[in-house]
């Protein structure tokens, strides 16, 4: 069984400032990982994913994510936040192996505000 | 870029009727999903269709929920009568393998 975890439902951060959203996971294979966001009213937009390879996965509108396979966590992040980054964040996860369900597993989401 | 396109985009229907959402996945995808989103909550899978049949479904696909790929390009889901429980966003996706999920718009379904 492969799930999701973002332990924060609601992240505030000041304009300017750096800004992390959380996402744990768990799969019994290797992971793929997945951000998307979410406008109101909008549908799923992909932000970066993470298949294989380097750790540290950059994606659009200049955010990253590092995967770290020992905390089992892919977290979000954005060096300098805008006050246009405020949407709904979704972390996802598939298992890698070969013969698993290729369907996506997501987190709760995560409603993130930046403050101007 | 290509999209997954769905229509329409907003459907308001009785409880009781039948509703089909419709989608029109990328052209050299060969794996389709229906997904939903109940309002302010997770987005979950229903369904997956590979090879012209269903190769995963959830716990929420019960026999009320089918799905169709009617003429090789659209992609079809089908609630034969609709509760009001099944008011939500609805997502079909794409993808060629497993490195690409191509999410459309989505519908909103909203039951009277």
């Known amino acids: 069984a492969q799930s999701v975890a973002q332990p924060e439902d609601q992240v505030n951060v000041a304009e300017g400032n750096p800004l992390t959203v959380k996402c744990t996971y768990s799969v019994s294979g290797n992971p793929y990982l997945f951000w998307y966001v979410q406008y109101p009213n909008r549908g799923l937009q992909f932000l970066l994913k993470y298949i294989t390879g380097d750790n540290l996965v950059k994606g659009s509108y200049g955010f990253e994510a590092e995967f770290n396979k020992s905390q089992t966590s892919f977290h979000l992040k954005k060096p300098s936040a805008l006050v246009s980054d405020s949407a709904l964040y979704f972390c996802?996860?598939?298992?890698?192996?070969?013969?698993?369900?290729?369907?996506?597993?997501f987190g709760s989401g995560t409603q993130l505000t930046v403050l101007p | 870029e290509p999209e997954v396109t769905q229509t329409p985009s907003h459907q308001v229907t009785q409880m009781g009727q039948e509703v089909i959402l419709r989608c029109v996945p990328i052209s050299n995808h060969l794996y389709f999903y229906w997904y939903r989103q109940i309002l302010g909550q997770k987005v979950e899978f229903l369904v997956s269709f590979y090879n012209n049949e269903i190769s995963e479904k959830s716990e929420i696909f019960d026999d009320q929920f089918s799905v169709e790929r009617p003429d090789g390009s659209n992609f079809t889901l089908k609630i034969r009568s609709t509760k009001l429980e099944d008011s939500a966003m609805y997502f079909c996706?794409?993808?060629?393998?497993?490195?690409?999920?191509?999410f459309g718009s989505g519908t909103r379904l909203t039951v009277v």
């Open positions: 996802a996860v598939r298992d890698s192996r070969s013969g698993s369900a290729r369907q996506l597993t």
């Open positions: 996706a794409s993808s060629r393998g497993a490195l690409g999920y191509t």
